[in-house]
Structures are given as structure tokens and as C-alpha cells.
């Protein structure tokens, strides 16, 4: 059963960078819709001094990966295969100090917040699941011809329950691309969300999902920050 869950608390790390949820958002506002499909959108998620802090240093650092995968498609005559591009884009990584295993960037602090209960028991509460116990995060660029191909690499067993998506570009345009895409099996597209500037997209999994390509024409990078909600 949901129970009402006022989520105002500011959390603050060691290092005093602090993330404040949105005030007054409710996790059974948003929880019979993600019951009936799957999938929620929730905006204005962080308060908006949280999420520019965010949006400017991805903006700003360094330490960008980028990062390409192949896969073998094969044809239908023996014999034949090609190398498909399954993805590319630019990932950060959180960084913790060796020494003192505190965070060593905002990144890090963010990483440190998905861990804390605040966060946790908002979605065990979205979601239903109420063994999440952990989560991780991992922010990610994506620029001019960057791209996810509809995947779903989670298996029955898997610990992960859901995924989540805060989206940290202000003013990202319809016509760059970039978006969240939710597919069949054999690859049709069900639904798109454009990236809108802190919203957080979170979806049950398993699920088919893609990211469309980013416009050569695009103004901007199209940056986030992305992890799974697992039980241990």
C-alpha cells in the first residue's frame, strides 16, 4: 500500500552539496500511472537551483568517454554477417577519492543521493517494488549523430527493477532529436519523450527502448544522468 510521502527533506552530503526533490511531490500522484503503463514522467524534480548546479557542471567539466559499440548482424544468406553500430555517445562516471572514499564531484554527490533513503523510498514507492534497495548513476552527453539502438539487455533474474532518466538540457528543441524512445520487440516505436529539462523519466523493467539520433543541426549537447533501481 502507498503511503503518503512528502518528500521536502534537502539531503546533503559530507561536502555540503545539497539536492532538494521538488516540494510537495507525492509518490501517489504519480504511482497509479506508472502502475497502468509501465512508465511516469515527473517534472520540475529537483528544485531549480539543484538541477542549473547539475546542468553546469556537466556543462563545464571535463572527463567526457566517448564510447562505441558494435554487434554482428547477420543476413539471411550463410555466411553473412555486418558490423552494426549499436550505440554511441559520451559518458562521465562518478569519481570518489581513493582515500577517503568521499565523493570528489558533483557527479559523485548526485551517485551519493540515488543511494539515500530520500530518493530510495520515493521509488519503492513509485514503482511497487519495495525490495529497491540501491542505485547507481552515470551521466551521459549525447552530441550530433550520437544515438541508442532500441535494446533490452535485462533477463528474468535480473536485480534490476526499473530505470530512471533526469534530463538536465534547458531549451532542448523537438527537432534535434536525442529522445527517449519506447519500442516493441522488433524494433516499432510505441512512444517519444523529448528531453525536457529536469524531468525525470522513470520505466519498469523489462522494456524495449531507444534513443533517436541527435540532429546534425542541433544547438547543444543533450546531457542527463541515468541509472538502474535495483534489489539486492
Sequence with gaps: MLRSLHLVDEWTTPLQAPFVIRPRLLAEHFAPEYARHGCVRIAQFLTAPCAAKLHEHLEADGGWTLRRRRRDVFKPLPGRARQ??????????????DESGNAASLLAHFAAFVRSEVF????????????????????????????LQHYDEVTEHDARRAAYVLNLTPGWEVDWGGMLQFTTRGGEALEARVPRF??????????????????????????????WLCAR
Design 120 to 147: 530510495l523510498e520515493l521509488m519503492r514507492n513509485l514503482t511497487g517494488h519495495g525490495d529497491i534497495t540501491t542505485a547507481d548513476a552515470e551521466a551521459t552527453r549525447h552530441g550530433p549523430g550520437h544515438f
Design 84 to 97: 552494426s553500430l549499436q550505440y554511441a555517445c559520451e559518458t562521465r562516471e562518478a569519481l570518489w577519492d
Design 198 to 227: 529536469n524531468t525525470l523519466d522513470v520505466f519498469e523493467l523489462p522494456r524495449f527502448r531507444a534513443v533517436t539520433p541527435v540532429a546534425a543541426h542541433a544547438a547543444a549537447h543533450c546531457y542527463s544522468i541515468a541509472g
